[in-house]
């Protein structure tokens, strides 16, 4: 059995549902625990900013990676390098909220450098603690969100065939993102 983490109590944290190209999921999106990171995808998501994004990353027995504005173009050699028009958000590590990168929780992508999230996310297919930014080493990648519905999405997305840069070789689009309470 998979692990899974939910944080509050029923109807406390927003809802985030994905229509893609490969179907529907849904993911509750953790702003009370991780208002900085979850505030600033919930005001993309909610500006449509997301809408019409392609998956530009996609790693088997990894995760897959979603969030670049010059993804709109699937086939941009810039797609997974680009910032919101607002720019990088500040790192959010709280000491009291570990939400460790499970199989299935939204993470905060990042370039190495401090402060240099924005946009970019991405979906853990498997457990990767090694990614948390409590535990020892150079990545530190911040969740604010897991799927609560549609994980066999995740998984269909998660095993699209790829080119060497990890690009999906069939484009995967984020058709759009609705925000409600849960």
């Given at each position: 059995m998979d692990q899974h983490q939910t944080l509050g109590t029923p109807m406390s944290n927003p809802i985030a549902t994905?229509?893609?190209?490969?179907?529907m999921f849904a993911v509750e999106?953790?702003?009370?625990?991780?208002?900085?990171?979850?505030?600033?995808?919930?005001?993309?998501?909610?500006?449509g900013f997301y809408n019409g994004l392609h998956f530009?990353?996609?790693i088997p027995q990894f995760m897959i990676q979603f969030g670049c504005p010059f993804?709109?173009?699937?086939?941009?050699?810039?797609?997974?390098?680009?910032?919101?028009?607002?720019?990088?958000?500040?790192?959010?590590?709280?000491?009291?909220?570990?939400?460790s990168n499970l199989r299935g929780s939204l993470s905060m992508a990042n370039t190495g450098r401090p402060n240099s999230g924005g946009s970019?996310?991405?979906?853990n297919l498997v457990n990767n603690p090694y990614l948390d930014y409590f535990t020892p080493g150079s990545s530190k990648h911040p969740v604010f969100g897991q799927v609560v519905d549609g994980l066999d999405v995740i998984d269909a997305i998660g095993k699209t065939a790829t080119d060497r840069e990890d690009r999906p070789r069939e484009p995967v689009e984020v058709i759009s993102v609705m925000i409600s309470q849960a």
């Open positions: 994905f229509e893609t190209s490969h179907g999106v953790f702003l009370k625990e991780m208002p900085i990171t979850a505030g600033n995808f919930l005001a993309l998501a909610k500006e530009h990353r996609v993804s709109r173009d699937p086939m941009d050699p810039r797609a997974g390098t680009g910032d919101p028009p607002s720019g990088p958000i500040k790192d959010e590590f709280p000491r009291q909220h570990r939400l970019q996310f991405f979906i």
